[in-house]
């Protein structure tokens, strides 16, 4: 399967197309990831990518188009994959058609998280990710235990660059500015999804309207996917 993850920062992407691979086991694939992975390492692009990025811009088509191109090449995304992240905007989307072509594939489905947008700023601003055992958490929504055991380990709460108030409201316009119109695009595909709730919760919304995934999980159907049956 090859899918999808729509939604404006903070609806939750990555965190389902994570639960979707390890139930699935089609690689997530976020582009957010691979360029702060770039960052980190500093290499040339990662460099050049980072000042976009902590203003909340987009990056370069160029840039976050090599990072992809070599990401998806990789054989464990030979049978899928999970996009999250990308694409962000008109230009991306026919990137992807071309880069689909080229080797025969096909999008099987779009996700898209819908949140309102009080609930994505306090997401966003209330976003830490513990220094010490690497767990996500949120100030605002996370529970007292999980923030104690964070302290109990040691952990410091840390706070991603570009998770400022300021950076924030120029993402979430850059999403409605470039990222919304893709909805009309992929109209055909798109499954839309109430992002409300725990993650146990969405994810389970998630796997409903994807009702092709169960069938490609081999413990949920040991005989494989029944054939006929359509992913688009
Ligand atoms: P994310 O982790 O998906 O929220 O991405 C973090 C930042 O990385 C974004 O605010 C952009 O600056 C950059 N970025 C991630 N994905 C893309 C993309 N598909 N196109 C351009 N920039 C991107």
């Known amino acids: 399967m090859r899918i999808v993850f729509l939604g404006a920062p903070g609806a939750g992407k990555g965190t389902q197309a994570r639960r979707l691979e ?3 086991g089609w690689p997530q694939v976020s582009t957010g990831d691979l360029l702060r992975a770039a960052v980190a390492e500093a290499t040339p692009l990662g460099r050049r990518a980072k000042a976009a990025m902590d203003a909340g811009e987009l990056v370069s088509d160029e840039w976050v188009m090599a990072l992809l191109d070599e990401r998806l090449r990789a054989e464990d ?3 899928g994959f999970i996009l999250d992240g990308f694409p962000r905007s008109a230009s991306q989307a026919r990137l992807l058609k071309e880069l689909l072509r080229a080797s025969r594939q096909r ?3 779009v996700v898209m998280l819908e949140l ?22 949120n100030i605002y929504f996370s529970s007292a235990e999980e923030l104690a055991a964070s302290r109990a380990a ?8 570009d998770d400022t108030e300021e950076t924030i409201a120029n993402r979430l316009s850059v999403y409605e500015r ?31 309207v994807l009702p092709s995934a169960d069938s490609m999980m081999p413990a949920a159907n040991p005989a494989g996917p029944s054939p006929g049956k359509s992913y688009g």
């Not at 309102?116 to 958490?137: D, F, H, I, W, Y």
């Not at 040691?154 to 660059?161: A, F, I, P, S």
């Open 22 to 24: 390890a139930r699935c």
């Open 77 to 79: 995304c030979s049978g």
């Open 107 to 109: 999008l099987d489905a």
């Open 116 to 137: 309102p947008r009080e609930v994505l700023m306090k997401r966003l601003t209330g976003r830490r990710t513990c220094s010490a055992t690497g767990k996500l958490l």
């Open 154 to 161: 040691g952990g410091e709460l840390m706070q991603r660059d």
């Open 178 to 208: 470039q990222t919304r119109p893709l909805l009309a695009r992929y109209a055909d595909l798109l499954r839309r999804v109430n992002a409300m709730g725990t993650p146990d919760e969405v994810f389970e919304r998630i796997l409903e």
